[in-house]
């Protein structure tokens, strides 16, 4: 009987556990240019939804917050200023997303 308390106990504990783990921060990649309309797509495994000069994944993956999001973000809706979630993805990986984004004569004819 003790046994069975136990393990039902060690499961509970894991159960939150597991909860917590995935209970992650929103990604947010802040544009240097707002979006003309609302815009929603799927990059680095998570739904991004962009509005504004922001665009945002509520539900990331552990794979989300990677610079190649980054620069699927910034191919698919123009530079990007920042790209964070619990911390900031640095100066030079943000310069590096801008390679992917198209020119701003590209983005005015789309």
């Known amino acids: 009987m003790k046994l069975q308390t136990l393990a039902a106990a ?4 894991v159960s ?6 995935f209970a992650s921060e ?3 990649a802040k544009l240097q240019a707002p979006v003309a309309e609302k815009t929603k797509f799927i990059a680095g495994g998570a739904m991004f939804v962009c509005e504004g000069d922001a665009c945002v994944a509520n539900a990331p993956t552990s794979q989300t917050f990677a610079t190649s999001t980054c620069k699927a973000i910034a191919s698919k809706v123009g530079a990007v200023a920042s790209f964070s979630a619990r911390k900031a993805l640095d100066d030079a990986r943000v310069t590096e997303c801008n390679a992917a984004a198209p020119a701003k004569t590209a983005l005015a004819k789309q």
């Open 10 to 13: 060690c499961a509970a504990l």
């Open 16 to 21: 939150l556990s597991a909860t917590a783990a």
């Open 26 to 28: 929103p990604v947010t």
